[in-house]
């Protein structure tokens, strides 16, 4: 089956800094990949999407780097602000007809003044 | 435009009690999933409609969960004869197209069991 893993349940970071949340999958079929930020008493919010013929995608002040080697994917958030703070998930399509979300148990984001 | 909404937002149920859960997606999205968001957890999928057809309902948890989605619009989740397990927060997501596309969430409705 499909399986996602976080490295961290929990990260906190000066404003400013950048951080960097990572996740592992264990389904080398996968072939879409997305990260989700949740705010408190919110849905999951869409970040950015990287594809697996992609090694590296750049949002706004984001960037997402796979790894299909290692089955890992990051986040990285430049210069990051209170407004960051929540929970950030990484989720994989699901190989199944449905193409389903399968979502890892989250990294908490906490930014520190 | 408006999102993806859902109601009602917080209910609290009885053991025992049936519940039944809405969600109104996207305008025009033709798919419509439903997860599942213990406390501290991803959410996990239950449930999956193209239109008005349950195309996958692997992820529910037993046969007291029941999704319906009879005009390819609104959906309801029902759950029957609750059970304390049964509390969590429950995700309605929509997408336009039919296998991919991006996944557009609801705010959830957080049931808790009695």
């Known amino acids: 089956g499909e399986s996602v893993g976080l490295h961290l349940p929990t990260l906190s970071v000066q404003e400013g800094d950048n951080s960097i949340i990572n996740c592992a999958y264990s389904n080398s079929a996968s072939d879409y990949f997305i990260w989700y930020k949740q705010e408190s008493g919110k849905g999951p919010q869409f970040i950015i999407d990287i594809r697996s013929n992609m090694d590296k995608r750049q949002g706004q002040r984001v960037t997402v780097l796979l790894n299909k080697t290692v089955k890992h994917l990051s986040l990285q958030i430049a210069a990051t602000q209170p407004g960051d703070s929540a929970v950030y998930f990484c989720?994989?399509?699901?190989?199944?007809?449905?193409?389903?979300?399968?979502f890892g148990s989250g990294t908490q984001l906490t930014v520190l003044p | 435009g408006a999102g993806v909404s859902q109601s009602p937002r917080y209910k609290v149920a009885k053991r025992g009690q049936d519940v039944a859960l809405r969600c109104d997606p996207i305008s025009g999205h033709v798919s419509l999933f439903w997860y599942q968001q213990a406390l501290g957890q991803g959410p996990e999928f239950l449930t999956y409609f193209q239109n008005e057809a349950q195309l996958d309902k692997s992820g529910l948890p037993s046969d007291r969960f029941f999704a319906e989605r009879p005009e390819g619009s609104v959906s309801t989740l029902k759950i029957q004869r609750t059970q304390q397990e049964d509390s969590a927060v429950y995700l309605c997501?929509?997408?336009?197209?039919?296998?991919?596309?991006?996944?557009?969430f609801g705010p959830g409705t957080r049931l808790t069991v009695t």
């Open positions: 989720a994989l399509k699901g190989s199944g007809s449905a193409r389903q979300l399968t």
């Open positions: 997501a929509s997408s336009l197209v039919g296998l991919g596309g991006e996944q557009y």
